[in-house]
C-alpha cells in the first residue's frame, strides 16, 4: 500500500562526532544525531537526504549508530532511525574546461558500502576529502558515470542561485555544455525558483525537480520540502518517485515564494537598490556589485513556445518561524500540542490552532497553508519578509 511522505534532501553536516567543522558555515548543532531526532521527532519528515555522507567522520557515526542498534540500514537503501529515512548524500562542487564558473551538484548513494567506496574516490580528486561541498578535480561527466556505477543518483543543486549553480555560473546557455542529460535524474529548484520559473527553460522539461531546505541550522530543516508517494520511505522508493513507477511519484512540492529567496531581483549588493540585468554600476550608490536576480537569468535563458509538462503542484509555503509573532516560545506550544511542524503546516484546523496561539497568528497560518501572505521580495543575499 502506497502512502504520502515529506521529504527534505538537502540538509548539512555543522560538526562531525569528533567536533570538526564539516560544512563550516552550517550550525556546530546541525550533527547527526541531531538532525536524525529533529527530523524524526519535531519536524515529522520521513525522508531525509544528508548530503556530507562522504565525509569520513561522517559515514564512522554512521556505522557506530548501527553497531549500538540506535539505527538500521534497509534493504533498499538508506538508513531508518524512528520514523525517518536518512539518504546518503554528497554536495561536490564542478568546475572543470567546460564550464563557465563552479556549481554544485548532488549525489545520492544507496548503501554505506557504496558510499564508502565513492569517498574512497573522491579522496585523491579533493582537496580535504572531510569537508562538505568541495570542488572536484574531474570533469561534471566523470562525477556522472563514477556515480552511475555506483548506483546513485545525479541531481544538480539550487540550480538558479547566482553563486555556484548550473545556470547562475556553470554554463552560458545549456546543461548540455557541461553535464550528459542523460544521467541527470531530477533538478533541484533552489529558494529563489518554482516550477513555473523553472519550465521556461524547455531542457528541463524532461526532468522531475525537487525543493528542498538546504539547511544550515536546525530550525530551516523543512523551510522547503515535498510529498512523495512511496510504499515505504527508502533509496529505491524515491527512485521509483522520481521515475513515476507504479504508482510512486511526487505528490506536490512545498517551497518559499520565490520572492522570499535572497537572489529573486537583481539588486545591488551593497545598497540593495533595485538594478537592471547588465548594469555595471548602480545608479544610486555607484557601486560595481550588481547580483543578478534568479527572475532575470531564467527570462535570459527562456525558451518560449513549448508545450510544458504535467507537474505535481508548486504549493507556496513559509517556515513557520517567519511568521510574524510566532517566536520560539510559540513554536514550542504548538509543538507540544500538535507533535510536529508538519501536523501544524498541513492538519491543525483554525479552530484547534487558536486554543494555543493568537487568532492573527492562527489566521497567518492558515493564510501560509494556502499560499496566500503577502511577501516583500529579497534579492543580492538578503531574503524577503513576510509583510501580512
Same mark, same amino acid.
Given at each position: ?70 539505527? *538500521? ?189 535572497? *537572489? ?125
Amino acid at each position: 500500500m502506497l502512502k504520502n511522505i515529506f521529504a527534505d534532501l538537502h540538509i548539512h553536516i555543522g560538526r562531525d562526532y569528533k567536533q570538526n567543522h564539516v560544512k563550516i558555515s552550517a550550525s556546530h548543532e546541525l550533527t547527526m544525531p541531531n538532525i536524525l531526532k529533529e527530523a524524526s521527532r519535531n519536524k515529522g519528515i520521513g525522508l531525509i537526504g544528508v548530503i556530507d555522507c562522504h565525509a569520513p567522520n561522517v559515514l564512522a557515526q554512521l556505522r557506530q549508530l548501527i553497531d549500538e542498534g540506535i539505527a *538500521y540500514e534497509l534493504k533498499d537503501g538508506g538508513i531508518r532511525f524512528e520514523d525517518v529515512t536518512l539518504l546518503l548524500g554528497s554536495e561536490i562542487e564542478v568546475y572543470d574546461e567546460h564550464s563557465q564558473g563552479p556549481f554544485h551538484v548532488l549525489i545520492f548513494i544507496p548503501t554505506i558500502e557504496k558510499m564508502n567506496e565513492f569517498s574512497s574516490w573522491l579522496t585523491d580528486k579533493m582537496t580535504n576529502i572531510h569537508l562538505s561541498s568541495q570542488r572536484i578535480y574531474c570533469t561534471g561527466r566523470e562525477l556522472q558515470a563514477k556515480t552511475k556505477q555506483l548506483d546513485g543518483l545525479f541531481i544538480p543543486a539550487h540550480v538558479f542561485t547566482p553563486f555556484k549553480s548550473l545556470y547562475g555560473r556553470g554554463v552560458k546557455s545549456s546543461l548540455k555544455e557541461v553535464l550528459n542529460p542523460e544521467e541527470i535524474d531530477a533538478i533541484e529548484l533552489g529558494l529563489s525558483s518554482d516550477t513555473a520559473m523553472a519550465d521556461q527553460i524547455s531542457e528541463l522539461h524532461r526532468y522531475p525537480y525537487v525543493t528542498n531546505s538546504d539547511s544550515h541550522s536546525l530550525s530551516k530543516i523543512g523551510r522547503e520540502y515535498q510529498q512523495l508517494r512511496l510504499k515505504e520511505a527508502s533509496f529505491t522508493e524515491f527512485v521509483y518517485s522520481l521515475q513515476g513507477k507504479d504508482g510512486r511519484k511526487i505528490v506536490s512540492n512545498y517551497g518559499m515564494n520565490p520572492h522570499l529567496g535572497k *537572489y529573486y531581483r537583481t539588486v545591488c549588493q551593497t545598497c540593495f537598490s533595485e538594478a537592471t540585468i547588465g548594469e555595471k554600476a548602480c545608479f544610486q550608490c555607484e557601486s560595481k556589485r550588481i547580483i543578478t536576480g534568479v527572475a532575470d537569468r531564467i527570462e535570459q535563458l527562456s525558451t518560449p513556445g513549448n508545450e510544458l509538462p504535467k507537474r505535481p503542484p508548486y504549493i507556496y509555503q513559509v517556515p513557520l518561524e517567519y511568521i510574524p509573532g510566532l517566536g520560539p516560545k510559540t513554536l514550542q506550544n504548538l509543538l507540544k500540542t500538535f507533535k510536529t511542524e508538519m501536523n501544524i503546516i498541513h492538519h491543525a484546523t483554525y479552530e484547534e490552532l487558536t486554543d494555543v496561539v493568537s487568532s492573527q497568528i492562527a489566521q497567518s497560518i492558515i493564510k501560509m497553508r494556502k499560499g496566500k501572505l503577502k511577501i516583500a521580495s529579497g534579492g543580492g543575499g538578503k531574503y524577503g519578509r513576510v509583510i501580512d
